[in-house]
């Protein structure tokens, strides 16, 4: 089930016209809980709420996607969000 966390930063994601979805199952354990596209950039969103962890293979899943030159991130607030989309619109920008 969603948290009030996720369910606000997809509603967000929705508003600002970014094609996003959320991984319900994987082959892979780790793997982000939301993924989105911002501007043909490619982001991984682990959706962390108050009190949670980051565990040691969401941090190994993070860094591969960075490897792989996407961008990923643990979102603890939908600002955190919301600045992290700014920045990748800013990016994709350049690059059309």
Do not use: W
Request: with cysteine; aromatic share 8%; net charge positive.
């Amino acid at each position: 089930m969603a948290s009030k966390l996720q369910t606000r930063i997809i509603k967000y994601l929705n508003d600002q016209k970014i094609y996003n979805f959320v991984t319900v199952s994987s082959n892979r354990k780790g793997i982000a809980d939301i993924i989105a596209c911002v501007n043909g950039l490619f982001l991984a969103i682990e959706v962390k709420d108050k009190g949670d962890t980051i565990k040691p293979l969401q941090r190994l899943e993070s860094k591969s996607v960075h490897e792989s030159k996407g961008f990923s991130m643990f979102a603890f607030s939908l600002e955190e969000v919301e600045e992290q989309v700014k920045i990748l619109q800013k990016r994709g920008k350049k690059l059309q």
